[in-house]
Every structure is written in structure tokens, then in C-alpha cells.
């Protein structure tokens, strides 16, 4: 069986592209990392699967094509591969325990469980690299007068404007205007490593109620979500507010209970920016209503405590290690190769 690792960019960890000698038998394609998408004409579109199109008149000399996923879920993309390579067995394998028990774990350790006091703001968040749904919330923030809840990276003009013009594509224009979101990003803890910048941060994170969850957005068969700041809630005690893929806000994953918004409405939303958009606008109060927000964050106590419970009390290894043991036997074959433990290890 011939494997290939990549991520989103296709930068290659074995090799990237299928070579002309292989072309037969079986082969397996392993995604690491970096779920983001490329944007064609007016759509969000995932790299990988533009290189299935491109390259399927080699990949129809295979008999089958298994598919190995360590972050997050692929929703259906044994169909979305049928639909090139409607001939070929495909396998479709998702083990995300790997990349959401890293997360936990880490968290875990570095923030030692602690009794949380009474919350005095409502939100609170940093933003470290900008991307298109944390662009969205930023301007969402500007229109309702509450960017002094949020620290966030510098800007050019240039990746302003793309911003939204990528707004305007993806929405066709039912978006509307984007608020002004200044260039000059807003940082208060200095040139400090990640380590000490999590410290710093998180006596911020300790106070609010709500903090925001927008990893890098992707196609929404591509259930990705969840990454350290997620867990940095659950064990501080604060309601993430997820803009990702449909139903972050609904959905459980390792046992971890949903926190309740005010309104669910647009969580099944097709369209990514309507859908993220919609999410801000009709909870929009958790940030500007500190009595409301303080009443619905008090309807979320029992999964609060749940939540934190799961996150300090699991044994995140073996959290892992048992979903290894449902896979078949190839598939932890390719999993335990030496190169591929590195790719691994340079992902995680």
C-alpha cells in the first residue's frame, strides 16, 4: 500500500503526489493539519479535494483509496471522492481523539485545575493570527461599540480589503458592510513567548463569561473545531462561543456536554459567513447585556461543571490509545511508521 501525508497545502510529508511507479493496488492518504480552505470563484474549497479532481485520471488506476484523518471529523467524503472516481473502493477513517486529546491534554497540564471566582465581565478574547470568521467578529465587535473586549493582530490595507472581498464572495453580498476594525492591532502583554503570553491571558479569561472559538475556518464537511482555546474555557469556566462549522454550538465531542446560547438559530446555516454572522447578531446581548449574559451563562452551571470535570478528570492517552484499538490493522501500520510518527510529532 502506497501512503501519502499531507496537510491542507499539500506540503508533503512522504510524498505529496502520486508517482507514475505506484499507480496500482492500494492506496492511503493521511491528513494531518491545517484544514483551510482556498477560495474559488465565490466558494470555500479544501485543497485536498481540488487535488483528487486534478489528479484523478492517476488516482483511477488504483482499486481503492483509503483515507486517514487525525483532525477532526470528514463528514461524507467518501462520496465527495466517488463523485471523480466513481469505480474505486474508498475507506474514509477519522480518528480526531488524536489532534482534541492533544488539546486537552496540554491544557490539562499547563492550567492546573483551580476554583474559579465570581465572573465580572462578560467577554474577553485574543486573536492571534486573523482569519476570516475572527475578521467577522471583529467587525461584529465595531458595530456594537465592544472591541475593548478583544486584543487582535495588526493588518495592511491590503489584507483588509481581501478580507472582504472574500466577505462579499462567499455571502453574495448579503453580508452588507463591514464595520471599521483598525488596522493597528491592539496588544497589552508586550513581546512575550507563548507560554508566558497563556499565563497573562489567562487571568483575563478567568474573569468573563464568554470568550470566542473560531479555529481555521474550512469547508463544512470538514469538522474541525476544536483547539486549545476551547479547552482554556472549559477549564476557566467560560462559555466559548464556536464560529466554525455548522453546529459547533450544538454538538458534543469526548463526552463534553454544548453550552446554551440564547439562540440557535443559524447553526445549521450552509453559508459560512451568514451563518457566522447570524450566530453574532442574535446573541449579540451576551456582550453588550451584562445582566442577561450573567442569566444565561447561570442556565449553563451543570454543564459548566460537567465539562471541567471531563477535561481534568479523563485519561486523555488512553482516550487515544483506545480509539487506535478499533482501527484496523493497517490502518495502525501506517500510523506507526517511523516517517509517519514524525510527521505526527512536527504536527503535534
Not at 480526531?96 to 482534541?100: A, L, N
Not at 446560547?261 to 450566530?279: D, M, T
Not at 447578531?281 to 456582550?287: A, I, P, Q
Given at each position: ?18 508517482d507514475?511507479d505506484v499507480?496500482?493496488g492500494?492506496?492511503?492518504?493521511v ?13 470555500m474549497e ?9 489528479e484523478?485520471?492517476?488516482?483511477k ?21 466517488k463523485s ?5 473502493d ?5 480518528i ?5 486529546s492533544?488539546f486537552a ?10 476554583t ?9 478574547t485574543?486573536?492571534g ?18 472591541l ?14 481581501y ?15 463591514v464595520?471599521?476594525?483598525p ?7 508586550g ?31 470538514y ?10 474555557c472549559?477549564?476557566?469556566?467560560t ?21 446554551k ?19 453574532l ?7 453588550t ?6 442569566e444565561?451563562?447561570n442556565k ?27 482501527l484496523p490493522?493497517?490502518?495502525c501500520?501506517?500510523?506507526n ?11 503535534f
Open positions: 500500500m502506497h501512503w501519502v501525508a499531507m496537510n491542507a497545502n499539500l506540503r508533503k510529508h512522504s510524498s505529496a503526489f502520486v507514475d499507480l496500482s492500494e492506496l492511503c492518504l491528513f494531518l493539519d491545517d484544514a483551510k480552505y482556498t477560495m474559488v470563484g465565490d466558494k479544501w485543497a485536498p479535494a481540488l487535488w483528487i479532481e486534478y484523478k485520471e492517476k488516482l488506476k488504483f482499486n481503492k483509496i483509503t483515507v486517514i484523518n487525525v483532525l477532526g471529523k470528514l463528514i461524507d467524503f467518501d462520496k465527495i471522492i471523480h472516481l466513481d469505480n474505486i474508498v475507506e474514509v477513517y477519522n480526531p481523539e488524536i489532534s482534541w492533544h491534554k496540554e491544557i490539562k497540564n499547563l492550567h492546573k485545575e483551580e474559579i471566582d465570581e465572573k465580572t465581565q462578560t467577554f474577553w485574543s486573536i493570527v486573523m482569519r476570516l470568521n475572527r475578521f467577522i467578529f471583529l467587525s461584529h465587535l465595531s458595530k456594537i461599540n465592544c475593548s473586549t478583544a486584543l487582535y493582530p495588526s493588518m495592511s490595507r491590503e489584507e483588509f480589503d478580507m472582504c472581498y472574500q466577505i462579499s464572495k462567499i455571502s453574495k453580498d448579503m453580508y452588507g458592510k464595520a471599521d476594525i488596522l493597528i492591532g491592539k496588544r497589552i502583554f513581546d512575550v513567548k507563548p507560554f508566558e503570553f497563556n499565563i497573562l491571558a489567562r487571568e483575563n479569561l478567568k474573569k468573563s463569561m464568554y470568550s470566542l472559538n473560531a479555529i481555521q475556518p474550512c469547508v463544512d464537511y469538522v474541525q473545531r476544536h483547539d486549545e482555546k476551547y479547552f482554556m472549559i477549564a476557566d469556566e462559555i466559548p462561543i464556536g464560529l466554525n462549522e455548522p453546529n459547533t454550538n450544538t454538538e458534543s465531542i469526548l463526552n463534553f456536554q454544548p453550552y446560547l440564547i439562540n440557535e438559530k443559524y447553526e445549521g446555516e450552509s453559508n459560512a459567513v451568514l451563518r457566522w454572522q447570524g450566530i447578531d442574535t446573541n449579540s446581548e451576551l456582550f447585556n451584562f445582566d442577561l449574559a450573567k444565561t451563562y449553563n452551571t451543570s454543564v459548566i461543571k460537567h465539562n471541567k470535570q471531563v477535561l481534568y478528570d479523563s485519561d486523555w492517552d488512553k482516550i487515544v490509545s483506545d480509539s487506535f484499538q478499533k490493522g493497517k490502518v501500520d501506517v500510523l511508521n517511523t516517517n509517519m510518527k514524525g510527521a505526527l510529532k512536527y504536527v
